[in-house]
């Protein structure tokens, strides 16, 4: 936060203003999560789409902000993230249609309590389906192996970093805060959805049972993180290609077959 701030002759304002705007939709997406405590406040009409356009503005404003950078690199992050978040969105809105369907409610919050409150056993290969879908799409969405490397400077596999390469000081914390907000909403809809449990208990103990569901997601995106390469790019479509299928599946499984 204290370093200096410095920002290229060849940026227009968006390079000032688009941090703030890569944030405050992400922001805004925090408020309308399922709740973690038992009676707490929650918003219900909050559907899949609502929650994937403000994620999708979110990494709009970013790919904007990598073209206007004036740099190669930032050109070439932002056609690849545009590239990877053409095949998230979709499979994005199915995975949470899917799993609306089977809690009862199209809200997100009213989704999460209705699974909490009764878990659908008999829905158990749609669930399944959803959820290995969305893991994909955390992996892919916040920018980590084997979809992109976070860490790298390596400019032939950069995506997310070089969208940022030219940012410094307060607007590269900003970014990098935004993306540290980002990991916690998909790990939060996640923990919320796939790992309903807790919400009965009293509100320290559901506070810390979510807090430690958080620290497990967290804990499988770490291992798989080490123990994995990542992908060259044109592979990345097969592995989100999985993501759409399995997302399809959930629907169809639990339409048809009633499973």
Known sequence: MQKETIISEETSAMTRY???LVLSPLL??????????????????????????????????????????????????????????????PA??????????MAGD?????????LAAHFPKEHMASFLFAGIS??????????????????????????????????????LA??????????????????????????EYSAPIAVLFFVAKLFLVAFAVALIEVNTAKLRLFKVPNLLGIAIVFAFLSLITFYVLGA
């Open 174 to 199: 900003i970014i990098e805060s935004a993306s540290s907000v980002k990991f916690i909403i998909f790990s939060s809809l996640f923990v919320s959805l796939f790992l309903p449990l807790g919400l």
């Open 28 to 89: 805004v997406v925090l408020f309308f999560l399922p709740p973690v405590v038992h009676g707490a406040f929650y918003v219900s009409f909050m559907d899949a789409f609502t929650i994937t356009g403000l994620i999708s503005l979110s990494t709009f404003f970013l790919m904007l902000l990598g073209l206007d950078s004036a740099s190669a690199f930032g050109g070439m992050g932002s056609s690849r993230e545009a590239f990877i978040a053409a095949l998230v969105e």
């Open 18 to 20: 688009a941090p703030f």
């Open 134 to 171: 969305f893991f994909i799409l955390l992996l892919a969405e916040n920018g980590r192996i084997p979809i992109d490397n976070p860490e790298t400077h390596l400019e032939l596999t950069m995506v997310h970093e070089a969208m940022i390469l030219d940012l410094t000081g307060v607007y």
């Open 106 to 114: 199209l809200g997100v919050g009213q989704a999460g309590v209705n």
């Open 92 to 101: 994005m809105v199915l995975t949470i249609f899917s799993v609306s369907m």
